[in-house]
Nanobody
Framework: QAQLAESGGGLVQAGGSLSLSCAAS????????MGWFRQAPGQEREFVAS????????LVAGAVKGRFTIARDTAKRTAYLQMTNLKPEDTAVYYC???????????WGQGTQVTVSS
């Protein structure tokens, strides 16, 4: 069973930075791409970024390109989302995902709140 455990997030002022982490079970990490989605209040969940099994081919949504970076550490079985120059419109619950991303997520983390104040 896929298990994803997120950490990070919180409250930051506009222009600040935050980092999210997502630790996966060994099977999950070895089988799937890892990524992040987010959901703002009243909106649908949207794709943010993903990275392939071997750490290549990162995909980043246009709204965050140039500000967010995704990476994965095989030894720690952890994916990371480094967020810089945060904007109030980045405020959302961020979900870690594993699967054939971005189109077929198979497992989700519990979500972590990111709030950016203006």
């Amino acid at each position: 069973q896929a298990q994803l455990a997120e950490s990070g997030g919180g409250l930051v002022q506009a222009g600040g930075s935050l980092s999210l982490s997502c630790a996966a079970s060994e099977v999950t990490f070895r089988m799937f791409s890892m990524g992040w989605f987010r959901q703002a209040p009243g909106q649908e969940r949207e794709f943010v970024a993903s990275i392939s099994l071997k750490g290549g081919n990162p995909l980043v949504a246009g709204a965050v390109k140039g500000r967010f970076t995704i990476a994965r550490d095989t030894a720690k079985r952890t994916a990371y989302l480094q967020m810089t120059n945060l904007k109030p419109e980045d405020t959302a619950v961020y979900y870690c995902a594993a699967g054939e991303l971005p189109n077929r997520p198979r497992a989700w983390g519990q979500g972590t709140q990111v709030t950016v104040s203006s």
